[in-house]
């Protein structure tokens, strides 16, 4: 999303005002989140600019809870106990971290079990933790609405997947449509009595009912939950897939048979070592990719995208008023780190301004990246000069930031490097380069040769740089200076201007304007 009209960016230019700053978002900066699930128990506190937090502590527990419920109808003894040792846990780390009170909710275990009101109230008594225990189709509701967090106005078709249950929201333009919950979690499928023949026909009925109900669903499919992560990094242990990132990873449905094949053929346990997954995760892969190959089967997505936001995300965004919702996840939290990390906050916008020119033709979901860029080009400052640059693109492909495809990651990354040095060639990321067609990579270069340039006329956040104007069919580089930026212009700066120029395989034209 480009966003350059929203009456809420009125005054802020290409980048908007950043919402950060005011009450209504500050009020969120730091939330902690507690989600009872049937197989783990989490806390996550999130911190940062509001529309795209960090993750300030993540701490996971591995109870299942929803463990041989299929036959006792109670949650797992043991697993009970090590819920509530970790929820008084997770109560003193967050009065420790200033969260105020925790959000908590319970999802399919706690729902379903004969003892589940009895835990619920076990834990306020134990705690002081209030845990809201969610249906299915609220638990579906705010599933999507963390994959909107990272995915504004996005579409398709949410499957998130637990330890008891697998659920499905439509997502529209940015709200959540129909939703329905299952009983297709693991945990149950691995219980259930008559083996795989009896799971086969379990999955393919219930997914037929929920097809039926649905409707059609050709989209995109947006996979959330931690088994749906453990198949995508065997996935990508597979293809021997170079960037580890499960945010945005995208798979087809051919790479999702060919991946279930792999797994039935494969020792597990070798598996789970080489594609790095929990022993706990991987003893639920076998039945959870039964259950996505049908998925698959019957709603034919077009395309199948990895998403590390859910429940968790989908309560923080349920806290968020709409005008911060409707901001770019990727642009505000660029913002929040060019103001926390830069030496001139405020400066990366003038660059952008100077740098337009060059960049007419972009569309805007090129543009935002050149936005994020410009934003980020000055916050690596403090690493080591012999480092710089790749540390540039190791956080720019690395990092936990929302809206951004991997081929995005690369862009933005070789962009950054480029920013703090003229050669790309002999990094340890080359491996990453091709996630990117030579064309883009081009591009990137010279957008961070044109930040590298800008920076070296750097005097304030509203100094007039001057122009820049770029012919393309005349292949001619315009360089008017302004009289305040043109004593800045001195060798090295004039050097960085020809390398821009040559990356271009543009003739370099330099005029100074008088006073």
Request: hydrophobic share 40%; proline share 5%.
């Amino acid at each position: 999303m480009d966003g350059t009209n929203d009456p809420a960016q009125e005054d802020g230019g290409p980048f908007g005002r950043p919402l950060f700053d005011k009450p209504s978002a500050r009020a969120l900066s730091r939330v902690g989140v507690v989600d009872v699930g049937s197989n783990s128990v989490r806390l996550v506190v999130f911190d940062g600019a509001a529309r795209s937090p960090a993750y300030f502590y993540n701490e996971k527990i591995m109870c299942a809870l929803g463990a041989g419920m299929s036959e006792t109808g109670r949650l797992n003894p043991e697993g009970r106990v090590r819920a509530l040792e970790a929820l008084k846990r997770f109560r003193l780390l967050g009065d420790g971290m200033g969260t105020g009170p925790l959000v908590a909710v319970a999802t399919a275990a706690v729902r379903d079990a004969e003892d589940g009101p009895e835990f619920r109230d076990e834990v306020e008594r134990e705690t002081g933790i209030r845990l809201w225990v969610i249906d299915g189709r609220e638990e579906a509701r705010l599933s999507a609405q963390g994959v909107l967090l990272g995915w504004p106005g996005s579409y398709g078709l949410v499957c998130d997947i637990g330890g008891s249950s697998m659920e499905l929201a439509e997502i529209n333009g940015g709200t959540v449509g129909k939703r329905m919950s299952s009983s297709l979690g693991p945990l149950k499928l691995r219980d259930l009595k008559g083996g795989k023949k009896a799971r086969k026909a379990q999955i393919h009925d219930t997914i037929a009912r929920m097809r039926q109900e649905l409707g059609e669903q050709k989209n995109r499919l947006f996979l959330v939950g931690g088994s749906w992560r453990a198949i995508a990094k065997i996935d990508m242990e597979r293809r021997g897939y170079p960037l580890h990132v499960l945010h945005e990873y995208r798979m087809t449905p051919k790479a999702v048979r060919e991946t279930a094949k792999y797994i039935e053929k494969n020792d597990l346990e070798e598996l789970r070592n080489r594609a790095d997954v929990s022993s706990a995760r991987a003893a639920l892969v076998p039945y959870a990719i039964e259950v996505l190959r049908e998925v698959v089967r019957t709603f034919k997505p077009h395309d199948i995208a990895v998403s590390s936001y859910g429940i968790r995300e989908g309560l923080l965004y349920e806290q968020m008023p709409q005008q911060l919702r409707d901001r770019d996840p990727l642009i505000e939290s660029c913002r929040f780190a060019e103001a926390k990390d830069a030496r001139i906050p405020g400066f990366g916008r003038v660059v952008y301004d100077f740098i337009e020119p060059l960049f007419k033709s972009a569309k805007p979901d090129r543009r935002r990246i050149i936005k994020a860029a410009c934003l980020l080009h000055d916050v690596s400052w403090r690493s080591h000069p012999d480092y710089r640059a790749e540390d540039c693109f190791d956080n720019a492909t690395r990092a936990n930031l929302g809206g951004l495809k991997h081929s995005e990651r690369v862009y933005l990354g070789l962009a950054l490097l480029h920013r703090y040095s003229n050669k790309r060639e002999g990094t340890r990321f080359a491996d990453l380069y091709d996630l990117i067609s030579e064309r883009d990579a081009q591009q990137a270069e010279v957008l961070g040769k044109a930040m590298r340039f800008a920076a070296m006329l750097w005097l304030r956040k509203d100094a007039k740089l001057g122009q820049m104007r770029w012919y393309p069919k005349k292949k001619q580089l315009e360089l008017s200076l302004s009289p305040e930026a043109a004593p800045l212009f001195g060798e090295v700066a004039q050097a960085r201007f020809q390398s821009l120029a040559a990356s271009l395989g543009a003739e370099p034209a330099i005029r100074t304007a008088r006073k």
